[in-house]
């Protein structure tokens, strides 16, 4: 399956913003120390075969979009709304699973609530929308608040990406 991340950056200018990403990104697919195979390969979209390159959305996306620009802002916006809908709901179905289920069928995965559970604790992969330039989750709104605030915010750039899982 394909989604599109952001990943928030602080850069001089677009080139420089998508470059950084991708250090970012690497990380994400396996790539370097310490990194984590959260998805399976990724894409920027200065590549032409990037699937949301023309997504109905946004129109035609830049590679790399200043966080105070309206569609910097709006692909950020729509990612932390999407992030937070999908953890309001999946802890809705958690709370009906644990609640019918007892701990045995728990234990043995019954409805697949022990995945549902591994990927409600998950600091990357497909329920995080947004990264930093080190490839970190940023799970939540307050979590995107304080890095945008410990940040120059004029400097920073969203670079979306188009991930495989």
Known sequence: MHMLIRVLVPAADGIEAVGTARFALDRLIGIGEGASTAFDYYKTLDESTARYRDHPRYG?????????????????????????????????????????????????????????????????????????????????????????????????WVVPADVHY
């Open 60 to 156: 035609g996306l830049d590679p790399a979009h200043r966080l105070s620009s309206a569609t910097g802002k709006q692909l950020l916006d729509d990612a932390i709304e999407a992030q937070a809908t999908w953890f309001v709901e999946t802890v809705a179905t958690l709370r009906e699973k644990l609640d019918t289920l007892e701990p045995v069928e728990v234990m043995d995965d019954v409805d697949l609530v022990r995945y549902d559970c591994y990927r409600f604790g998950q600091f990357a992969g497909p329920s995080v929308w947004i990264y930093d330039e080190h490839g970190a989750g940023l799970r939540s709104r307050s979590a995107v608040d304080r890095y945008v605030e410990d940040r120059d915010s004029d400097s920073l």
